[in-house]
């Protein structure tokens, strides 16, 4: 079964720093990848996706991550961080074969001091 | 377009009483889905309906839990009896077909007592 290991649980930044979350998953087949992200109290959010094409995906709210295949890895980066940022993000892949349901990492909870 | 709309939005329970999350998809979505989020194990597929059958249930815990979509815009999940551990999270998310992304409603904060 596929697994998604995201490899800090709590990164604290200030304000204007730049950032990247670890994603890794283990899978050897086609994947689709996404990042959602949990802002205090409320529910998930798409950030971005990965289906195919240009390895490098943008999203909402300045955002991107890069696919490596070789690494299997889809690390999610910000040029500068806001202190709006603060929440907790998933890392998800959905495998193909009929699978449909999320494997999602178990998040890292992001702080942003002001 | 509301939503995805789960109900209650918390419930607070003795263990051994039954209890019922309940969500409404967003209208065309033909995929639901049920999710548990706890500190421990992070967020866990439990089961997903397509087109209102049940696909893939195998990350239901035990057989104190059930679900079921009666109709294209409702469905339940049942804990019956309730116990502690099954405090957590428990979110609702339905898509429109292959290649859509999920869409998440605000969860139901369930705590066993």
């Known amino acids: 079964a596929q697994s998604v290991s995201q490899h800090n649980h709590h990164v604290i930044l200030s304000e204007a720093a730049s950032l990247e979350l670890g994603c890794n998953y283990s899978?050897?087949?086609?994947?689709?990848l996404f990042w959602y992200v949990q802002y205090p109290g409320q529910h998930l959010q798409l950030l971005l996706k990965?289906?195919?094409?240009?390895?490098l995906v943008k999203g909402i709210k300045g955002f991107e991550a890069e696919f490596i295949k070789s690494k299997f890895s889809f690390n999610l980066r910000k040029p500068s961080v806001q202190w709006s940022d603060t929440a907790e993000y998933f890392c998800?892949?959905?495998?193909?074969?009929?699978?449909?349901?999320?494997?999602f990492g178990k998040g890292t909870h992001l702080i942003i001091q002001p | 377009d509301a939503g995805v709309i789960q109900s209650p939005r918390h419930e607070v329970t003795e263990m051994g009483q039954e209890v019922t999350l309940r969500c409404k998809p967003i209208?065309?979505?033909?995929?639901l889905f049920w999710y548990r989020q706890t500190m421990m194990r992070g967020l866990e597929l439990l089961i997903y309906?397509?087109?209102?059958?049940?696909?893939?249930d195998s990350g239901m815990p035990e057989d104190r839990f059930s679900a079921k979509m009666p109709n294209a815009s409702f469905s339940t999940l049942k804990i019956q009896p309730s116990e502690p551990r099954d405090s957590a999270v428990y979110f609702c998310?339905?898509?429109?077909?292959?290649?859509?992304?999920?869409?998440f409603g605000d969860g139901t904060r369930l705590s066993i007592l």
């Open positions: 998310a339905s898509r429109f077909t292959f290649g859509q992304p999920q869409h």
């Open positions: 899978y050897g087949g086609t994947v689709n």
């Open positions: 990965y289906f195919s094409g240009d390895p």
């Open positions: 998800a892949v959905r495998t193909g074969g009929g699978a449909d349901g999320l494997t």
């Open positions: 209208s065309g979505h033909d995929y």
């Open positions: 309906f397509n087109n209102n059958v049940p696909i893939d």
